[in-house]
């Protein structure tokens, strides 16, 4: 469970500095780490104070999930823009990031009051473990698991999502099945869930359109994420992004 009254988490260690934007730190040097804080505000206008800032926790020695990537940029501004349909006066039950490593999307998600469940590979406690410190730098509850595509894990079972999140997790063609398998069968057991992913296009619309045939699902929305992304973001963000929203082809809406 995330943020454990025992979680002994130094933030001391890591020193951090702010520019505009979704801004960096220095990167402490024995750690390796840096916080990158995220500004989320109507209009990309901080002076407003409407919004809120989530800060990250990043370590640039490891691997994939431990880093923000431009995906995730992305999902998070789609969530905060459309944060009525996240917010827990709706219907909402629950939110589940799959692959979250960083899990930006899920926290944009859980600051706007949704109930949020993030995952990521159970064979990589580290990324866990920095998902569990970086809900307690911004004093968020959500729960952290490991599920591990295509693994059917006794915690599979413990979710009940009406949205899973998926930021960059369509990146390597062996994991596609897995991820699938894993993303249908949880919208099989929620009935309306929809799966929203962003991902880097790579092969123009042929990848979903191959995804969505094989797995009975379709997309109710297709966009260039960076239609969605204020300029301020876009501009260090590279490459094309598309955003998906998915549901089974039986979905009613
Ligand atoms: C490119 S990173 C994206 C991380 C984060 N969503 C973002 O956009 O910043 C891919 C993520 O998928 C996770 N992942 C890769 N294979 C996985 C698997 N088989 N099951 C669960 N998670 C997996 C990795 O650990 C990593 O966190």
Not at 95 to 122: E, F, I, R, W, Y
Not at 168 to 194: E, H, I, Q, R, W
Not at 207 to 223: A, F, H, Q, V
Request: hydrophobic share 35%.
């Amino acid at each position: 469970m995330a943020n454990g009254e025992g979680d002994q988490y130094d933030s001391s260690r890591i020193a951090s500095s702010t520019i505009a934007g979704s801004a960096t730190s220095a990167v402490s040097d024995e750690t390796m780490t840096r916080i990158s804080r995220h500004y989320f505000t109507n209009d990309n206008d901080r002076s407003s104070g409407d919004g809120f800032s989530v800060d990250i926790i990043e370590n640039i020695q490891e691997e994939y999930g431990m880093f923000v990537w431009p995906c995730a940029i992305a999902l998070a501004e789609y969530v905060w823009q459309q944060r009525s349909r996240f917010s827990s006066k709706s219907v909402v039950e629950g939110v589940d990031q799959l692959g979250a490593g960083t899990s930006l999307p899920g926290l944009v998600a859980a600051k706007v009051g949704a109930n949020v469940t993030l995952t990521d590979d159970s064979k990589n406690p580290e990324v866990l473990e920095n998902m569990r410190k970086t809900c307690h730098i911004n004093g968020l509850r959500c729960r952290v698991l490991g599920l591990t595509w295509g693994e059917w894990d006794p915690p599979l079972f413990s979710l009940s999502p009406d949205f899973l999140l998926g930021a960059d997790v369509l990146y390597d063609n062996s994991d596609f099945d897995d991820l699938f398998a894993t993303a249908t069968f949880l919208m099989k057991n929620c009935p309306g869930c929809v799966f929203i992913t962003a991902y880097h296009a790579r092969s123009g619309h042929h990848l979903i359109e191959y995804l969505m045939s094989k797995w009975g699902c379709k997309c109710t929305r297709l966009l260039d994420a960076f239609s969605t992304v204020p300029p301020t973001k876009a501009s260090n963000l590279h490459g094309s992004i598309q955003l998906a929203e998915i549901v089974l082809n039986d979905h009613i809406t």
